[in-house]
């Protein structure tokens, strides 16, 4: 039984699939779906009721509240698409020489990572963006600089577990290069494990762009983006809490699908786990 069949099974897998297809749909098309401007004030109506034209109402400047959190999951959603990306790309490059190559240049890679990881990665991430200033490509560089030595350490001990297989064993006899092995073996058999890992992390990476910008130092005003929306609403929360509830629940249940899809996709790439978990409950 395929990964495929093993999902379509699990209905909380595809309720956290669909909601994360969704969420990327509306976002890429935000410009289509968004009924007002996302930057468009108008004081006279601030803090106005649910109504049809304003489905979750104004803030405190009398911007659409639905159009600023369809807007900001380009900004909070895909910024942390992008930092997975980067940050899986580095850690499967580094992850595969330090595990295959190993000699002087696997070991200068761990040492670095050694130095890396010894630091806690919110506090990295805090003196990053501190030293560099709040904004977008801040943001990304201190969660990609946070965390590529974890996925680096993680992808080469899956590279180490791999290597003694019999068919890398075979392919290193028949006499095919590194590179090959590297790319049309190790690789093809560790990414279902790396995209489960990446999953999983999404979801932290989505907290961390939202709590860095909840502090001020992520994406600035007026940028629509979910932790910008909760900290310009904190300021009147004793006024209108109510503004708080759009992109926290909006953060909550991206948070959650990442995590209950990660944790589906564990149990399907491997059985081994998902015995041991039955026999645990």
Known sequence: ???????KKDKMALLSLGIIVSIVFIGIFAPFLAPHD???ANIKIKFAKVSLSYPFGTDQLG???????IYGIQTTVFLSIVTMLLTITIGVLLGLMAGYLRGIVGEGILRLC????????????LAIVGMLGPGIGNVVMANVASKW???????RSLVLEYSDENYIRFAKVAGYSKRYIL????FPTILGKVLVLATLDTGWVILNISALSFLGLGVQAPTPEWGMMLNEAKNIMTIRPSL?????????IVVAACNFLGDSLRDALDPKHNQIKGMKL
Not at 183 to 186: A, D, R, V
Not at 244 to 252: F, N, R
Request: proline share 6%.
């Open 1 to 7: 039984m395929n990964v495929w069949q093993k999902l």
């Open 114 to 125: 050694d130095v890396l990881l010894s630091f806690p990665s919110e506090i990295m991430i």
């Open 63 to 69: 911007r659409c509240i639905l159009s600023r959190l």
């Open 38 to 40: 996302p930057l468009a």
């Open 149 to 155: 030595a974890w996925y680096t350490r993680m992808i």
């Open 244 to 252: 708080m509830l759009a992109p926290g629940l909006a953060i909550l």
């Open 183 to 186: 790319c049309k073996h190790l």
